[in-house]
Nanobody
Framework: QVQLVESGGGLVQAGGSLRLSCAASGRTFSNYAMAWFRQAPGKEREFVATISWSGGSTNYADSVKGRFTMSRDKAKNTVYLQMNSLKSEDTAVYYC????????????????????WGQGTQVTVSS
């Protein structure tokens, strides 16, 4: 089991930026594709971004494409989500997630494929 700890959430004005971090420990972090999901009040958890186990490819939800960038630093066992041009509809709890399986591409878009979740970090965008 891999343990995931998110940080970097907070309150920001619309149009601003935040960078979320997710520190991993436990299983061999570098062998797993990773993802960010988010959940707004009263809504289901939804896919935001994913990165392949190698870090060479990424995939984004249409709602954040062009504004968010996901990256990973294997030396630091950390993944990041850079969020720019934030909108009020980006307000949610953001969760870091690790794949159930190893050596996969940027395909981690479903909660059914998740092996480990972080505890979540709140992002609030004021308009």
């Amino acid at each position: 089991q891999v343990q995931l700890v998110e940080s970097g959430g907070g309150l920001v004005q619309a149009g601003g930026s935040l960078r979320l971090s997710c520190a991993a420990s436990g299983r061999t972090f570098s062998n797993y594709a990773m993802a960010w999901f988010r959940q707004a009040p009263g809504k289901e958890r939804e896919f935001v971004a994913t990165i392949s186990w190698s870090g060479g490819s990424t995939n984004y939800a249409d709602s954040v494409k062009g504004r968010f960038t996901m990256s990973r630093d294997k030396a630091k066992n950390t993944v990041y989500l850079q969020m720019n041009s934030l909108k009020s509809e980006d307000t949610a709890v953001y969760y870091c997630a690790a794949d159930k399986n190893v050596y996969r591409g940027a395909v981690l878009t479903s909660t059914r494929d998740i092996g480990s979740w972080g505890q979540g970090t709140q992002v609030t965008v004021s308009s």
